[in-house]
């Protein structure tokens, strides 16, 4: 957990969230001006907004109150006000749910939960009734020390638990739970029933329309990560081999790709918020995708899919998932062997840089075939 302050006032847009901020030394800043985040997000931070943004360094333990660290969830009290402090990207946070709730459920009754992640990803939470309260990260020292207890993920990415288990199974471990005893770990996500803006619809309902099976799968080659990057080309061939289905994209699609599919749409024009992109999500029947978020909506929704892992093992992230299925690259190159466990990397897959490829090997040695097969057999089992 780290500090963060300004050295002058500034009005500031973080995450989703709008913060006025007085500058540290005014004579009228208090415990409202000083933001508290995940030493990871503070990092970031601190590294965009230099100077202006600052680390604030003072002794909690100085404060009249300052939440504390659970050391069992046993232990705390009923009535306790408890907040949790995780920052992720939107897989992280559905894996994140179900570990949450049974965390949630594992409090004695009386105690109540709030968590604080980025604003722009309270869409996930937004419908789920174990959380009390949801708040921005960062947060306000002001609202952190209204807390008795406080739970944060900071050391979590130095763990080697975090790069060895299923990551709904290490969350529960960090929160103190059993997690070989804990059922209930596929996540669930009640859709808001609106399917999204007028446009949305109005184009997912005129090419469901024009199929004739009336089925729409989500088709996404991008991550958020590139290293799980697919070419377009590797899922576009599904419909060209599916003509009889829908096929949309968050992505932007090649012009070519569109003319030689008529059964085939870019939505990414119609996609600007994480809500937007939920309801789009929520709007199909199906999904395939490289190793991100889609699969992980997709799964929270009750809707099929097909995830392609290469750097991670699939087994990390969909263990307890009963829809998604998973295609695993089987690579072996001059470097590495998949799955190598790389999750994040500023410098991009070496493999692929000892190649001179844009994409990681692992990923393109999926063949195609495999992929159509997995499908087919998607199909057969959630549509007939």
């Known amino acids: 957990m780290r500090f963060m302050a300004v050295n002058r006032p500034v009005k500031a847009d973080i995450f989703g969230a709008h913060f006025d901020l007085r500058a540290i030394h005014a004579?009228?800043?208090?415990?409202?001006?000083?933001?508290?985040?995940?030493?990871?997000?503070?990092?970031?931070?601190?590294?965009?907004?230099?100077?202006?943004?600052?680390?604030?360094?003072?002794?909690?333990?100085?404060?009249?109150?300052?939440p504390k660290r659970p050391a069992s969830v046993e232990y705390i009290p009923s009535s306790s006000k408890v907040i949790v402090l995780r920052a992720g990207g939107v897989g992280d946070h559905v894996m994140f749910l179900p570990a949450l709730i049974l965390f949630r459920e594992a409090l004695p009754k009386g105690a109540s939960l709030s968590l604080a992640t980025q604003k722009e990803k309270h869409p996930i939470f937004r419908h789920e009734k174990a959380v009390d309260s949801l708040?921005?990260?960062?947060?306000?020292?002001?609202?952190?020390?209204?807390?008795?207890?406080?739970?944060?993920f900071s050391d979590s990415i130095h763990s080697p638990d975090f790069n060895s288990?299923?990551?709904?199974?290490?969350?529960?471990?960090?929160?103190?739970?059993?997690?070989?005893?804990?059922?209930?770990?596929?996540?669930?996500?009640?859709s808001n029933g609106s399917n999204g803006c007028s446009n949305l619809r109005n184009a997912i309902g005129r090419l469901r329309n024009r199929v004739r099976s009336g089925r729409i799968v989500l088709l996404q080659s991008?991550?958020?990560?590139?290293?799980?990057?697919?070419?377009?080309?590797?899922?576009?061939?599904?419909?060209?081999?599916?003509?009889?289905i829908g096929f949309i994209s968050p992505d932007a699609i090649s012009a070519a790709s569109a003319r030689a599919n008529r059964n085939l749409e870019d939505m990414g024009p119609l996609i600007s918020s994480l809500e937007e992109y939920m309801n789009l999500v929520a709007s199909c029947d199906g999904v395939v995708s490289t190793d991100t978020a889609a699969y992980h909506l997709a799964e929270a929704f009750g809707i099929p899919s097909i995830a392609l892992f290469g750097p991670i093992s699939s087994d990390l992230r969909i263990r307890y998932y009963?829809?998604?299925?998973?295609?695993?690259?089987?690579?072996?190159?001059?470097?590495?062997?998949?799955?190598?466990?790389?999750?994040?990397?500023?410098?991009?897959?070496?493999?692929?840089?000892?190649?001179?490829?844009?994409?990681?090997?692992?990923?393109?040695?999926?063949?195609?075939?495999?992929?159509?097969?997995?499908?087919?057999q998607m199909c057969d089992r959630f549509w007939i």
Request: proline content about 9%.
């Open 27 to 66: 004579p009228d800043s208090d415990a409202r001006d000083i933001l508290v985040s995940d030493d990871g997000t503070a990092c970031e931070l601190l590294r965009k907004h230099s100077p202006v943004l600052v680390e604030a360094s003072f002794n909690p333990s100085a404060l009249p109150r300052f």
């Open 135 to 152: 708040l921005p990260l960062p947060l306000r020292l002001a609202e952190l020390v209204d807390a008795d207890y406080v739970v944060e």
């Open 165 to 190: 288990m299923n990551l709904t199974d290490y969350y529960l471990k960090f929160f103190g739970l059993d997690y070989g005893r804990c059922t209930n770990k596929a996540p669930r996500i009640s």
């Open 222 to 244: 991008r991550s958020s990560n590139p290293l799980r990057d697919l070419p377009e080309s590797l899922l576009t061939r599904l419909a060209e081999s599916f003509p009889d």
């Open 322 to 376: 009963r829809k998604a299925s998973a295609i695993d690259a089987s690579y072996r190159g001059k470097t590495c062997t998949s799955p190598c466990g790389l999750h994040k990397s500023f410098s991009g897959c070496p493999e692929a840089a000892a190649l001179g490829s844009p994409h990681s090997p692992c990923l393109l040695s999926i063949e195609p075939e495999q992929i159509r097969k997995a499908f087919s």
